[in-house]
């Protein structure tokens, strides 16, 4: 066997353990081909390739050491270092400008969600005793934000609470986000998550018409589960308002894109009768998640049933796009979009990095998920000097468990959200629950992997369209 060239030898042990660790390689067989994912690159490799073909040996444990390498399997590893610095999503100490920006305008709301996350935090008179957004905070957000990097193009999403509780509130401060943008030379768009209740309202209809917003709506799957976790005040089902509301909202809102936000039980069934629901209603952007993981019933005699689900959604979406229906689930759509670039996602989200919130007193936090909460108040100085800040070196820290070092996964995870960890470790079976939770994550994850196969073999122009934003509805 040839062995590696004078000089070479230290490049190949130093790339060794990263490049060739079998827990850094998921085979997926298809066809009697022997398709290789391999975590470092975040590459799908070509099975015919020398690469792919030494990466299986690797896992089949056939190659051991440095040493059982000709000269051919070298270059193969000379590939794969090289893939490894490209178009990594490197974002743990990148000072990015800030792109999206989460505001809340109040933090009251018209609905009792059961799960809501408001209330974890905080008592439920505080939270609704907050004010709205006045002048002064206004003030305040606009100063913090002059002093930090922020980019040409912006999102800015006005959360709650719900923000068309106060419809006319939300409409001024629209408007002067938009005055604002321009005087300072910046592409705005406007983005707003609601309940859905106050769509069908004509104040409300116009703001979103003039201020060209687009709307997400949190809307919990068919009616008999929406209604037993999203409640009016009275303590009855919300879905026959919300959806009264739907239906007027789809009349007159002018964007392809209809986008959805559901939380579901875990319990079988529900992730794809969700997902049917929210398609079958006329959503075609749809994020679905589960609260339970964090502080509801996690019972792992049913993970199987919850795994073999996610098959059938998984099947169920590709038939989807092969019958001309680009419906975007974020589970699936965001893998297979950074798999096709060869994207590496370090991170799970851009919390702190491109990403803050706001809330109702001005106040900046990393999330909208930790509003009002006094506790994890970030300054400008944090944003700007992430290495030197106690908070931002919390909140980015517990992005990785200890169990990302050796998945498979974690180059299309990016690790777990701040909150949801926090969470978790308040409960006593913390350490199941966490696995229970990067198991089910990773059934996601190999799932995406093989429609993106499937797609690439058998419908290519398919998965341009999936992958092309502009080719979304």
Not at 215 to 226: A, E, F, K, R, Y
Not at 274 to 282: A, E, Q, S
Not at 460 to 472: D, F, G, H, Q, T
């Amino acid at each position: 066997m040839d062995r590696p060239i004078n000089g070479q030898t230290a490049l190949i042990d130093d790339a060794w353990k990263s490049i060739t660790n079998p827990n850094n390689i998921l085979v997926i067989n298809r066809d009697k081909k022997h398709y290789i994912y391999h975590s470092p690159t975040n590459s799908i490799l070509d099975p015919n390739s020398n690469a792919s073909k030494l990466l299986f040996r690797i896992s089949s444990n056939l190659v051991n050491f440095p040493s059982d390498l000709s000269k051919s399997d070298m270059d193969s590893v000379k590939q794969l270092i090289a893939l490894e610095g490209i178009n990594r999503i490197r974002l743990e100490d990148a000072k990015l400008p800030i792109a999206y920006l989460a505001i809340s305008p109040t933090l009251g709301c018209n609905l009792r969600c059961t799960y809501c996350y408001n209330f974890q935090e905080g008592a439920e008179e505080k939270i609704r005793s907050t004010p709205q957004l006045e002048k002064p905070a206004i003030s305040k957000i606009i100063a913090t934000l002059g002093e930090m990097n922020v980019n040409k193009k912006v999102n800015l999403a006005f959360i709650g609470g719900e923000p068309f509780l106060y419809p006319r509130l939300l409409d001024k401060l629209a408007r002067f986000a938009r005055n604002k943008a321009r005087e300072h030379d910046k592409e705005l768009t406007l983005l707003v998550t609601t309940n859905g209740l106050s769509l069908g309202k004509k104040t409300v209809a116009k703001s979103i018409l003039r201020n060209d917003i687009r709307v997400s709506i949190s809307l919990d799957g068919p009616p008999i589960w929406h209604d037993q976790t999203r409640k009016l005040l009275s303590g009855n089902g919300s879905s026959g308002a919300v959806m009264a509301g739907i239906d007027a909202f789809f009349k007159y809102y002018p964007h392809n894109i209809r986008a959805a936000r559901a939380t579901y039980k875990l319990e079988p069934g529900r992730l794809l009768a969700t997902y049917k629901f929210l398609r079958d209603t006329g959503f075609n952007d749809i994020s679905t998640g589960s609260h339970e993981f964090e502080s509801g019933r996690v019972d792992s005699s049913i993970q199987q049933e919850l795994f073999s689900e996610i098959d059938s959604l998984a099947a169920e979406i590709e038939t989807d796009f092969i019958t001309g229906k680009i419906v975007r689930h974020a589970w699936f759509t965001e893998v297979i979009s950074n798999l096709y670039y060869g994207r590496v996602k370090d991170v799970i989200c851009g919390a702190t990095r491109n990403h803050v919130a706001f809330d109702t007193y001005g106040k900046m936090q990393a999330c909208h998920r930790y509003l009002g909460n006094e506790e994890y108040e970030l300054s400008a100085n944090d944003i700007n000097n992430p290495a030197t800040s106690n908070l931002i070196h919390e909140i980015r820290s517990p992005g990785k468990t200890k169990h990302c070092t050796d998945c498979w996964a974690r180059s299309l995870c990016g690790g777990e959200c701040f909150h949801v960890g926090k969470e978790i470790m308040k409960q006593q079976d913390n350490e199941n629950r966490q696995r229970f939770l990067c198991d089910y994550k990773r059934k996601k994850y190999e799932a995406a992997v093989q429609m993106f196969i499937r797609l690439a073999e058998n419908h290519p122009a398919i998965l341009e369209s999936v992958v092309n934003p502009l080719a979304r509805p």
